[in-house]
């Protein structure tokens, strides 16, 4: 089961979307390693490109902070809906064990998935990539 601290973090924060062209709102929360909890929402814009996920956001608020690593996060949308390709890659930054870090996915009506980041991005691309 989610930890209730982290989707409830990603609940309160999805009530602040900005979502008025695909009108699909999405909270994240993440646990940073030091143990707070970092929210964000998702902020569209007409140029479709400047588009803020949620998750993106999330990290930018713990990175703010100084904490560069994390430990869980939790997203929530109508349909626990899975983070994106870009979202991904960005959570893989931010930790060195993507087979420890759980993501949480919550539904508005309770449903609820749960993944390791690295069954969600099985082949992480890494800065320490070609430097062999």
Do not use: H
Request: proline fraction near 4%; aromatic fraction near 6%.
């Amino acid at each position: 089961m989610a930890p209730k601290d982290l989707v409830d973090a990603a609940r309160a924060v999805r009530a602040n979307a900005y979502a008025p062209y695909s009108v699909y709102s999405v909270g994240a929360a993440v646990r940073g390693a030091d143990g707070a909890i970092y929210s964000g929402c998702n902020v569209e814009n007409v140029s479709f490109g400047l588009c803020m996920c949620a998750e993106r956001v999330a990290i930018g608020q713990m990175v703010a902070a100084g904490c560069r690593r994390i430990r869980e996060v939790a997203v929530v949308t109508r349909d626990a809906g899975s983070p994106c390709g870009m979202c991904r890659q960005t959570l893989a930054e931010f930790t060195d064990e993507p087979e420890r870090v759980m993501i949480w996915l919550v539904g508005e009506g309770g449903t609820e998935r749960k993944f390791t980041l690295a069954e969600l991005i099985p082949a992480t691309f890494r800065a320490s990539l070609g430097q062999d």
